[in-house]
T-cell receptor, first 114, second 116 residues
Framework: GAVVSQHPSRVICKSGTSVKIECRSL??????MFWYRQFPKQSLMLMAT?????????EQGVEKDKFLINHASLTLSTLTVTSAHPEDSSFYIC??????????FGPGTRLTVT | QKEVEQNSGPLSVPEGAIASLNCTYS??????FFWYRQYSGKSPELIMF????GDKEDGRFTAQLNKASQYVSLLIRDSQPSDSATYLC????????????????FGQGTILTVHP
């Protein structure tokens, strides 16, 4: 099956700094990538949808200036959490779709802001 | 009202029993329905999808869809301790036939525990 990777798997940063998370489709071209956030004991909440070469579409309530998404190629999307605060601590998961219907999920990135 | 609702559980069943997981959704325009399994600290993995009314079987798993009742369920036969996980129901407004199911809306998940 299709493989999606994320890097880093875990990151700890200080409040006020920025963190970049990479999402890569390893063996297929991802026309669309999705970014989710999951707080403990809660479900996945879609943050934004990104298509290669165009601006991301953010869900209601998600600050686009705080969560910068770049989908510069068919195999890479990045999420940058700018000026991170402790309330941004969460599990960030990306998924990608290519020519098939299925969304392939990455392994997730655990962000802790101290 | 939540768009996708699941009983958060925990649901506890003995090994070898049938586990029944339920999900209701509010958007009648929903076309495709998914069950994901998520182990603690891991990302979701797809178990099954269904988009036609009725039952769909895959090994020990059976998904059931009733669009009139806006209800989808997952049955796990011969439950094993390794099935212990959180099961997420997700719905999409798009139907198979396109190139993507588009946005998925997830329920809050049901915690399943299978005890030996």
């Amino acid at each position: 099956g299709a493989v999606v990777s994320q890097h880093p798997s875990r990151v700890i940063c200080k409040s006020g700094t920025s963190v970049k998370i990479e999402c890569r489709s390893l063996d297929f071209q991802a026309t669309t990538m999705f970014w989710y956030r999951q707080f403990p004991k809660q479900s996945l909440m879609l943050m934004a949808t990104s298509n290669e070469g165009s601006k991301a579409t953010y869900e209601q309530g998600v600050e686009k200036d705080k969560f910068l998404i770049n989908h510069a190629s068919l195999t890479l999307s990045t999420l940058t959490v700018t000026s991170a605060h402790p309330e941004d601590s969460s599990f960030y998961i990306c998924s990608a779709t290519g020519d098939t219907y299925e969304q392939y999920f990455g392994p997730g990135t655990r962000l802790t802001v101290t | 009202q939540k768009e996708v609702e699941q009983n958060s559980g925990p649901l506890s069943v003995p090994e070898g029993a049938i586990a029944s997981l339920n999900c209701t959704y509010s958007d009648r325009g929903s076309q495709s329905f998914f069950w994901y399994r998520q182990y603690s600290g891991k990302s979701p993995e797809l178990i099954m999808f269904i988009y036609s009314n009725g039952d769909k079987e895959d090994g020990r798993f059976t998904a059931q869809l009733n669009k009139a009742s806006q209800y989808v369920s997952l049955l796990i036969r011969d439950s094993q301790p390794s099935d212990s996980a959180t099961y997420l129901c997700a719905v999409s407004p798009m139907r198979a036939g396109g190139t993507s199911y588009g946005k998925l809306t997830f329920g809050q998940g049901t915690i399943l525990t299978v005890h030996p």
